[in-house]
């Protein structure tokens, strides 16, 4: 397998780590505001990179995996709080997939050009799309009800992509103002902002219907799957991230007479740090094939196995980070802390370890 | 030995905290701000047992680090160990 990357991949890669050097300097706090109004959602929207899966240019979906893996972990390695991938990747290829509805393609166009925030409200947490929402015709208008929980990014949402239980899966626009519609707000433990959707009698009428297709369960799944890679590609850059930090100050913290690099123990321990990591990228790279070839089988199980292994190498190189700077790894300015919180939420976002596993087995 | 107690006691802390985090499940994704119990309205989601469960797991990295860190505790175990007779 050539693992070199293309020369288009390399132009990306660069223009992104140039990017985030500029603007993630140390990790920075999250601002609180991070929608079209800001400076860096507009500069996502002209670098092109909330089109990466719309394939508005011809591209496949299969062809978008590489390039936004590599944005996913480059700005994941910058610790950036905006919620790109909840809506340039997850809500995109939602939208993309629903070819024949004229609102989703809308919507995606707009999403692309950085002017509008369309958010599909599924469970964050959970390790494959589920629809909590009821509908039921009430005149000529559809009544919804239900709770969305734990959506990243929800705050900053100009409507949310609703999937419902009619007699069958639909697929609805609801916007925020709606009366019905509840959000409650809150930050998540490595700073982001989430929020939880409370939908109480919420009327939507016929034509913000998206979709009543058929192929919406699958659809949903299939942002969900190029989802959970992205925030494995995005696990995998954070903990680079850690790793390099966690190299640095060995080399340069003295103690006993002499850098701590030079202890065998602390030696085997960023040795072992640096193992976990590349197995967590190998499983990464078995996950994004899966989704890039047709023919692969098996593509569920390969995408909760890349989750459980990622989880899994989080945890341990999380933990060792801090562990091997002591006392200043605890330090709230440092990165190595701001790492670890960072990796804990998104452990649990598209499926902990746990629940993957549970699905693993029953596949 | 003060040593072992100390390496096994923080093992142990953690991996408490750890599996109490598990058990939140989706809880344990959310930032509980300090008093944050006492007024309702601005009450994050989540069970009123979330509350402080992370922050702890959080804090509990240091247990392996501060009063001498894990690597030295180990150290002083196997000096005791393997000093000559």
């Not at chain 1, 990747?89 to 024949?100: K, N, Q, Y």
């Not at chain 1, 009821?134 to 969305?148: D, H, I, K, P, Q």
């Amino acid at each position: 397998m050539n693992f070199a990357p293309t020369e288009e991949q390399a132009l990306l890669l660069d223009s992104i780590k140039r990017f985030v050097q500029r603007e993630y300097k140390d990790g920075m706090r999250p601002a609180s505001a991070m929608g079209p109004e800001t400076d860096r959602w507009r500069t996502f929207a002209d670098l092109g990179w909330l089109g990466l899966v719309a394939g508005l240019d011809g591209t496949s979906l299969a062809e978008s995996v590489q390039p936004t893996t590599i944005l996913a972990g480059e700005l994941g390695a910058g610790l950036a709080p905006e919620p790109l991938l909840q809506y340039a990747i997850l809500s995109a290829i939602v939208l993309r997939e629903l070819s024949d509805s004229p609102l989703a393609q809308l919507r995606l166009r707009e999403l692309s050009a950085g002017n509008w925030l369309p958010l599909l409200a599924c469970g964050g947490a959970q390790c494959a799309p589920e629809i909590t929402v009821t509908a039921e015709g009430f005149g000529s208008r559809y009544r919804l009800n239900g709770v969305v929980r734990r959506l990243l990014g929800a705050s900053s949402a100009h409507s949310f992509l609703v999937p419902a239980r009619l007699q069958t899966e639909v697929l609805f626009e609801l916007l925020p103002k709606t009366a019905g519609v509840t959000r409650r707000d809150f930050r998540t433990v490595d700073g982001r902002s989430m929020s939880d959707l409370v939908l109480c009698d919420a009327l939507v009428t016929p034509d913000q219907l998206i979709s009543d297709s058929a192929e919406l369960s699958a659809v949903l799944t299939r942002g969900w799957n190029h989802a959970t890679l992205a925030t494995c590609a995005e696990m995998v850059g954070v903990m680079s991230r850690a790793l390099d930090a966690t190299r640095s100050y060995l080399r340069v913290r003295r103690q006993f007479g002499r850098p701590i690099a030079e202890f065998q123990a602390l030696q085997h321990q960023v040795a072992e740090m640096f193992v976990e990591l590349e197995q967590a990228r190998s499983m990464l790279v078995r996950g994004s094939t899966a989704l890039q070839e047709p023919t692969f089988r098996g593509t569920l199980r390969q995408i909760h196995a890349m989750k459980v292994r990622v989880n899994e190498a989080a945890k341990k190189v999380g933990a060792q980070a801090i562990q091997l700077h002591g006392g200043i790894g605890m330090t709230e300015e440092y990165i190595v802390g701001r790492c670890y919180k960072r990796l804990l939420v998104d452990g649990k976002l598209f499926g902990d370890t746990r629940a993957c596993l549970a699905r693993f087995i029953s596949e | 030995m003060a040593s072992m107690l100390k390496l096994t006691g923080a093992q142990l802390m953690q991996a408490i905290s750890e599996l109490s985090v598990e058990a939140l499940e989706d809880d344990g994704l959310i930032f509980y701000p300090k008093d944050c119990l006492e007024t309702d309205e601005d009450r994050p989601p989540g069970s009123a047992y979330a509350a402080g469960v992370v922050a702890d797991a959080l804090y509990r990295r240091a247990t392996t680090i501060y009063g001498g860190t894990g690597q030295i505790q180990r150290n002083l175990i196997a000096r005791y160990l393997l000093e000559a007779e």
